[in-house]
């Protein structure tokens, strides 16, 4: 569950840098055109998005710490009426069951630490996933032996203008 939300998140954070590539790179064009209220509400749904999927990776975290504090203070309320019964019923001294609640108390941090590290795990797995993405696309541009770069041929086929016609106020041309 939680590496799924996690690779859903680094998506939309890749799509929200995608789309601050585009407003930056094209900001003479954004300009020129006057379209900075669609670039806005581009970038706002694209940042929505990611904000939506930002709080349910964070839901489903907080669900699966909450489970381990839960079983944490059961375990120690367990521990609590079993030593009390036991201390009543004479078969362990108040010092025993005092070492025993404190051996248990120490061991209970680390297995939070194993807890944390494995949905760390989790996340950084997601992340190295997006990083083999990346390495395994094709390059865009080539290093030549001479220290030159040369971008690689882009998509082919043409472009034709048929039947177009322009007017401007009070003039026709065709």
Not at 27 to 52: L, N, S
Not at 98 to 109: K, P, Q
Request: proline content about 2%; some cysteine; glycine content about 8%.
């Amino acid at each position: 569950v939680l590496d799924k939300r996690f690779d859903f998140l680094q998506k939309k954070i890749t799509a929200v840098n995608d789309a601050m590539e585009a407003c930056f790179s094209g900001i003479r064009v954004v300009k020129a055109y006057v379209k900075e209220k669609d670039q806005r509400k581009k970038f706002t749904d694209v940042a929505d998005r990611r904000q939506k999927a930002e709080i349910s990776a964070v839901k489903a975290h907080t669900v699966i710490e909450s489970l381990w504090m839960y079983i944490w203070q059961i375990g120690i309320v367990i521990i609590l009426l079993g030593g009390g019964y036991y201390i009543i019923k004479g078969t362990l001294t108040i010092g025993e069951f005092v070492a025993f609640d404190s051996y248990v108390l120490f061991m209970i941090y680390p297995m939070f630490d194993v807890g944390n590290f494995l949905v760390k795990g989790l996340r950084a797995a997601v992340s190295i996933k997006r990083l083999t993405e990346l390495e395994d696309h094709p390059q865009m541009v080539v290093n030549n032996d001479d220290g030159s770069t040369v971008a690689k041929a882009g998509p082919k086929g043409r472009i034709s203008f048929e039947n177009v016609s322009f007017r401007f106020a009070g003039m026709e041309r065709d």
